[in-house]
């Protein structure tokens, strides 16, 4: 079902997190669900995949997540503030160690000359505090691309969060 890459991450991640006995949720805008079934295509996973939030809207993100209105008003949804607002969100409404949040254009439509197709930001963030956030600009490579490069980011993004404990 997946990409023979993105199964070898998630598997690596499932092991590696189930050894240290480390839960993760998602937060999830343009990948919608994506990461979270990457990650449970894995045996095992429910070892280590507390949730999944799937926040499309902005009115779910804020509902779901806590992001504040002010933020998306003055930043828009697809903005690094934003961002870690939802993995924040996401750490604080689970029972998760560790969260990755993507929030992007994955077109065809919807993108601008500030905000292009392609452009993603994600988060990581640790409940011990800890923070990443990478920008992406994957270009017009099709929305179905975007969003398993925006997989495959986010899962490295895992890897690395937890690395850094």
């Not at 979270?36 to 894995?42: F, S, V, Y």
């Amino acid at each position: 079902m997946w990409p023979a890459d993105i199964e070898v991450k998630a598997g690596e991640i499932i092991a590696k997190f189930t050894a240290r006995d480390l839960k993760v949720a998602t937060a999830e805008s343009c990948t919608g669900g994506l990461i979270a079934g990457a990650l449970t295509e894995i045996s095992g996973s429910s070892a280590v995949v507390d949730r999944g939030f799937v926040t499309y809207s902005n009115e779910a993100k804020v509902a779901m997540l806590d992001v504040e209105t002010a933020t998306l008003a003055a930043h828009g949804a697809v903005s690094r503030e934003t961002a870690i607002e939802m993995a924040r969100g996401a750490i604080s409404h689970s029972a998760a160690d560790f969260a990755v949040a993507v929030t992007g254009i994955a077109g065809p439509s919807g993108g601008s000359a500030e905000k292009p197709v392609g452009l993603v930001h994600l988060a990581a963030s640790g409940r011990n505090g800890a923070m990443l956030h990478r920008e992406m600009r994957y270009g017009d490579i099709g929305r179905s691309g975007i969003r398993l490069a925006t997989v495959r980011t986010a899962l490295d993004m895992l890897m690395e969060i937890a690395q850094a404990v």
